[in-house]
């Protein structure tokens, strides 16, 4: 038996856990999250908190930076938003006197691959600037 991606542990783990579908979601989870995911190089300074996934989400996390708030979300199946692809999807609030206007008004898409938009546009958001790609 080797890593998920070798077919002899697939075929092992589909021949003993055909219905088990925690277990199932959970290798897809694994397959993925070893070979889909590209790295992300958050700032040192950045408050980044992991979430687990919900709402169709495979995974959340926040960012808290100078009094500022960004939530982002991976739909890597295309089951929550309009791309067919996956993506990122980054809700930006401000907190500094409560949350400012819709958390739906300025929401913004990266493709998977393109995590430097994606760190490029919460780094702006957090600093208050424009950085809409």
């Not at 960012?63 to 993506?87: F, L, M, Q, T, W």
């Not at 401000?94 to 958390?103: C, I, Q, R």
């Not at 990266?110 to 938009?117: G, H, I, R, S, V």
Request: one cysteine or more.
């Amino acid at each position: 038996m080797g890593y998920p991606h070798d077919t002899a542990w697939r075929k092992w783990r589909d021949d003993n856990f055909p219905e088990d579908a925690f277990f199932q979601a959970g290798c897809v989870f694994h397959d993925v999250a070893i070979g889909g995911v590209p790295p992300i190089h958050f700032k040192p300074e950045w408050d980044v908190r992991i979430l687990p996934p919900w709402g169709g989400a495979m995974m959340r996390f926040t960012v808290d930076y100078n009094n500022r708030h960004v939530s982002v979300y991976c739909d890597y199946y295309s089951r929550i938003g309009a791309p067919k692809e996956p993506y990122w999807e980054m809700y930006p609030r401000t907190y500094a006197d409560g949350f400012s206007g819709s958390p739906y008004e300025d929401v913004r898409r990266f493709p998977l691959n393109d995590t430097e938009a994606l760190v490029r546009n919460i780094d702006a958001e957090l600093n208050g600037e424009e950085c809409h790609e």
